[in-house]
Each structure stands twice: as structure tokens, then as C-alpha cells.
């Protein structure tokens, strides 16, 4: 505990940027789908929960940078709808 207060203490600008950078989507992931604890046992299934939900937040950002009507025109030019 020691060591890693000290190195925290000497690294502050890293640790400042590692929480603007990391912890805001840990944050949000927890308040937006209520992401407490896993759903499943086991490392390997809980990595690929993982992978989705973090998928699923990079994906609502991706669409909160473009433009919803932008986004949907673009995919159905590709072939992406079916109605």
C-alpha cells in the first residue's frame, strides 16, 4: 500500500489523466445500464460481457458524435434495411 501510495503521489498528472480518461465510462456504464456486478460466472464469460457492454458505450458515443439521421441514411445506402 505503501509503494503504491507513493507512486501515485509521484505520477499525479498520469493519475489525473487516467481518471478523466478511464473512470468516466466505468462511471457511466454503471449508471446507464446498471452495470454492478456481472450477470455470469466465470472469467472468460465475463470478459465477453464485458466486451459487450463496453461495445454498446462505444457505440452510443459514436452515435452521439453523428448525427442519428446521417448515421441511418448511411446504412440503408450500404443495404443495412429491410422495410
Known amino acids: ?3 503504491h501510495r507513493a ?3 509521484e505520477e ?5 489523466m487516467r481518471g ?3 473512470e468516466h465510462p466505468f462511471g457511466t456504464l ?3 445500464a446498471s452495470f454492478e456486478y456481472f ?6 464469460k465475463c470478459r465477453g460481457e464485458w ?6 458505450y462505444n457505440f452510443k458515443c459514436v452515435l452521439n458524435e453523428v448525427k442519428t439521421d446521417d448515421f441511418i441514411a448511411h446504412s440503408r445506402s450500404r443495404g443495412g434495411s429491410r422495410d
Open 39 to 44: 450477470l455470469i460466472r466465470g472469467l472468460v
Open 7 to 9: 507512486r501515485m503521489a
Open 12 to 16: 499525479e498528472e498520469v493519475m489525473r
Open 30 to 32: 454503471m449508471r446507464w
Open 1 to 3: 500500500m505503501d509503494r
Open 20 to 22: 478523466a480518461l478511464v
Open 51 to 56: 466486451n459487450l457492454m463496453t461495445l454498446c
